[in-house]
Nanobody, 115 residues
């Protein structure tokens, strides 16, 4: 059973930074894409950023220029560097992995940005 283990969430003041990490518990081959999504209270889960195995990235307009997604293919780990955080970034952040053999979500990590 593969698990995605997220870490790095927490409470930060507006303008601050956090770095999220998500690691797969087992080596997974043929990963196509890894990404981060978030869900705020009362809202639908939304895409934050994704990165393909080739390194192509995609960002939500609301985080462009502030967030950076990266990955370590050897460790099956994806990162999300979040700078200039705003109160509206407050949400549970989930990582997602898509491969030819397994697709799944992490358990989520809370990010709270105070004003």
């Amino acid at each position: 059973q593969v698990q995605l283990v997220e870490s790095g969430g927490g409470l930060v003041q507006a303008g601050g930074s956090l770095r999220l990490s998500c690691a797969a518990s087992k080596i997974i081959f043929s990963i196509k894409r890894m990404g981060w999504y978030r869900q705020a209270p009362g809202k639908q889960r939304e895409l934050v950023a994704t990165i393909t195995s080739g390194g192509s990235t995609n960002y939500a307009d609301s985080v462009k220029g502030r967030f950076t997604i990266s990955r370590d293919n050897a460790k099956n780990t994806v990162y999300l560097q979040m700078n200039s955080l705003k109160p509206e970034d407050t949400a549970v952040y989930y990582c997602k992995l898509d491969s030819d053999f397994w697709n799944g979500w992490g358990q989520g990590t809370q990010v709270t940005v105070s004003s």
